[in-house]
């Protein structure tokens, strides 16, 4: 069973007897500021939670995949980021060390990844879409040339022109 300290006990922000600090105004008097401490432990548990999901998610993820799993870099990483997050996270709120304390910093970077992990995959799904768009839009006119071909009717100079620079930077794509 997982203990909560206690608000009104001694800790480390705080100088004894409970006085304040200029840098941990807020920290110091439990008896002026006992909201802060229940603000704590309710960020403290969200972070647990959804945490605790994406874990869940990675190991889902492992077991519908297998091994391939292991074959993605990415999920590598993102499971190595979440691993490493749980840990300081109960270690920041339940053994208190100042060593702990300075490594948040690469906490809060590594969690910072899965935005960016999650940005990049909406820009490479645009992008995919927007391809896979631009072929059928490719497709559709190369037809309509062909039958205005076919049907006799001469391509204004101008049209060319612009099928010619759309084809050069097709060509320059692949």
Request: aromatic share 12%.
């Amino acid at each position: 069973s997982l203990a909560v300290t206690s608000y009104t006990e001694d800790h480390d922000l705080c100088h004894s007897p409970l006085v304040e600090s200029p840098e941990n105004t807020a920290a110091c008097d439990p008896h002026k500021y006992p909201w802060l401490h229940s603000v704590h432990a309710a960020l403290f548990w969200s972070t647990f939670v959804i945490l605790s999901i994406f874990l869940t998610e990675l190991i889902l993820l492992i077991i519908v995949l297998g091994f391939s799993f292991f074959k993605h870099w990415f999920y590598i990483l993102d499971l190595f980021i979440i691993l490493v997050s749980l840990t300081l996270e109960l270690a920041f709120y339940f053994v208190q060390d100042e060593i702990l304390a300075e490594l948040a910093e690469l906490l809060i970077l590594s969690r910072v990844w899965r935005f960016v992990r999650i940005g990049h995959g909406l820009v490479e799904a645009t992008a995919e879409a927007f391809s896979v768009t631009h072929e059928v839009f490719h497709d559709y006119v190369d037809e309509l040339e062909e039958l205005v071909n076919k049907s006799g009717i001469e391509i204004p100079n101008r049209v060319v022109k612009i099928r010619e620079k759309v084809h050069k930077m097709m060509v320059l794509e692949d």
